[in-house]
């Protein structure tokens, strides 16, 4: 058995109630954007998944949404796209291999590990609602 989740020891980076309100901006963002125009949401899983069902429930226009594993990211789902728009929950411009700037960015964080709100240590934390900086001092040890 495994010991309980401790969210409480890892420091508070961003709440739920503000992460809901910088969705919802995007989200109207987005629908702004794309008014009167059907849209496809790709999320990369697994840590995306709570961020892209958010984001899908605050835009207005007709949308739907897949999801692509890291290994399959490259390349995905641009044929035929008539436009191609980044939407991240966290940028981490410190850790960014190559310049991509996003078009709807929740979050500019500096170089932490995260973890909640769809974002994990080994599988674990995905479900805290807030998003908090790791510390791997208090990772509990999962046999």
């Known amino acids: 058995m495994t010991e309980p989740m401790r969210e409480r020891e890892h420091d508070m980076?961003?709440?739920r109630e503000e992460i809901a309100v910088r969705v919802a901006e995007?989200?109207?963002?987005?629908?702004h954007d794309f008014a009167g125009e059907a849209?496809?949401?790709v999320g990369v899983l697994k840590g995306a998944?709570?961020?892209?069902?958010?984001?899908?429930?605050?835009?207005?226009?007709e949308t739907t949404f897949d999801f692509v594993a890291i290994s399959?990211?490259?390349?995905?789902?641009t044929s035929g796209a008539k436009t191609l728009r980044i939407a991240t929950c966290l940028d981490k411009p410190a850790r960014?291999?190559?310049k991509i700037d996003a078009d709807y960015v929740a979050f500019t964080i500096p170089n932490h590990f995260v973890v909640g709100y769809g974002m994990d240590y080994q599988e674990r934390f995905?479900?805290?609602?807030?998003?908090?900086?790791?510390?791997p001092g208090e990772a509990p040890n999962s046999h």
């Open 13 to 15: 980076l961003f709440r």
């Open 26 to 31: 995007i989200g109207a963002q987005i629908s």
């Open 39 to 41: 849209i496809l949401l």
């Open 49 to 61: 998944a709570v961020f892209l069902a958010d984001l899908a429930r605050s835009i207005s226009v």
């Open 72 to 77: 399959s990211y490259k390349g995905v789902k």
């Open 96 to 98: 960014r291999l190559e």
């Open 126 to 135: 995905r479900n805290l609602p807030d998003i908090r900086i790791f510390n």
